[in-house]
């Protein structure tokens, strides 16, 4: 099963800026009980759109620039790029079939 990958201040622009796939980033902390509910989801996903999409997760706490940068104020946050651009956002914990409807699916006929 495949695995979000793991998104920092130091390689932001590298993975999601520079990626010739869409990227799905999830901004989240540990102690935000509705991004553990979703974690599970994001790691499905990842799995699931592997080689269409860059799935990643970019914890706040520990990121705090990146975070400022696309002025993230209450998590989860999901924001999906392409071509280093925001092209679409979710706020808040929803389930799979919801996320794939309102996030990857545009993401890809973009």
């Known amino acids: 099963?495949?695995?979000?990958i793991q998104i920092t201040d130091a390689n932001f622009n590298e993975v999601v800026l520079k990626s010739d796939k869409p990227v799905l980033v999830d901004f989240w902390a540990e102690?935000?009980?509705p991004c553990r509910?979703?974690?599970p989801i994001i790691d499905e996903l990842a799995s699931d759109?592997?080689?269409r999409v860059v799935i990643g997760k970019l914890d706040v706490d520990a990121n705090p620039i990146?975070?400022?940068r696309f002025g993230i104020r209450s998590i989860p946050t999901l924001l999906v790029f392409r071509n280093g651009q925001v092209i679409n956002k979710f706020l808040g914990a929803a389930g799979k079939a919801e996320l794939e409807n309102k996030l990857l699916r545009p993401a890809l006929t973009v």
């Open 1 to 4: 099963m495949g695995k979000a």
């Open 31 to 33: 102690w935000c009980g």
């Open 37 to 39: 509910l979703i974690a």
């Open 49 to 51: 759109y592997a080689g």
């Open 66 to 68: 990146t975070a400022s």
